[in-house]
């Protein structure tokens, strides 16, 4: 090879063989596809794990759920890498209804269910002390998806015995990038009375207390907010001074 001529380094066998790909399920490869540039690698193997997608120095990890699963593979390689999480926060659902045996559809509908940004503190709750580490970024993207389920009677009594079999990507709808602890605090409104609760919280966003609650124990743990007193039963809150 001539001085100065650059090579592709070659495909690791994980590369090459698709390790995690044949287990990979609808909606993580449909915003794996989405996400994509050219020149990204794909299930690339470091420090002892599989990446779902290397762009340069950055790792990048795509988790449809279950940030408890994720959570010591970004600790350990936050170590000496900078990585980027994506997650997906359903704005819109249709939801198809399959046959146990076979698959062909029954039905199609659109859900009633409508999600909203605020609704990504159901799984941050589980890593919320990762995000001021360096080179931690985080993205959520606001999808309309398809929900596959079928009546197996296999599926959790919340759903009646009905299993969700798939899940797919229909649209990308915006997507939202945090890169710091301060970027967090765009979701408490100018007009909170200082301190604040809960309640007042919940008040001023028109959510849930439980996912208010969410909230400030995120913002806490990314020492974002402080606690500075108590009224009755009721944390007191003000936003802390980050450090630059």
């Not at 540039?37 to 779902?52: A, L, T």
């Not at 799984?123 to 001021?132: A, G, M, T």
Request: with cysteine.
């Amino acid at each position: 090879m001539a001085a100065g001529e650059e090579t592709e380094s070659p495909k690791t066998a994980a590369e090459r063989q698709g390790i995690n790909l044949h287990n990979e399920r609808s909606l993580h490869a449909g915003l794996k596809q989405w996400y994509a540039q050219p020149h990204d690698r794909f299930e690339v193997p470091v420090s002892g794990f599989v990446i779902d997608l290397v762009r340069g120095p950055q790792l990048v990890e795509i988790q449809t759920r279950n940030f408890t699963a994720i959570r010591p593979k970004l600790k350990a390689l936050l170590q000496d890498h900078p990585v980027h999480l994506l997650h997906p926060v359903t704005y819109e659902k249709w939801v198809v209804q399959v046959e146990d045996k076979g698959g062909a559809m029954l039905s199609r509908r659109k859900s009633p269910y409508r999600g909203a940004l605020t609704d990504l503190f159901e799984e941050l709750v589980r890593l919320p002390d990762l995000v001021p580490l360096k080179g931690f970024t985080l993205e959520f993207a606001l999808i309309r998806e398809e929900e596959v389920r079928c009546r197996d009677g296999k599926g959790s009594k919340h759903r009646k015995k009905v299993s969700i079999k798939d899940r797919k990507l229909l649209e990308v709808v915006s997507t939202h990038r945090f890169s710091s602890s301060q970027d967090f605090l765009q979701f408490l409104p100018q007009d909170l009375p200082q301190p604040f609760s809960n309640r007042d919280l919940a008040a001023a966003l028109a959510l849930p207390l439980h996912r208010c609650r969410q909230i400030t124990y995120c913002l806490r743990k990314m020492e974002a907010l402080a606690v500075v007193g108590k009224l009755r039963n009721e944390l007191l809150y003000e936003q802390a001074v980050l450090a630059p």
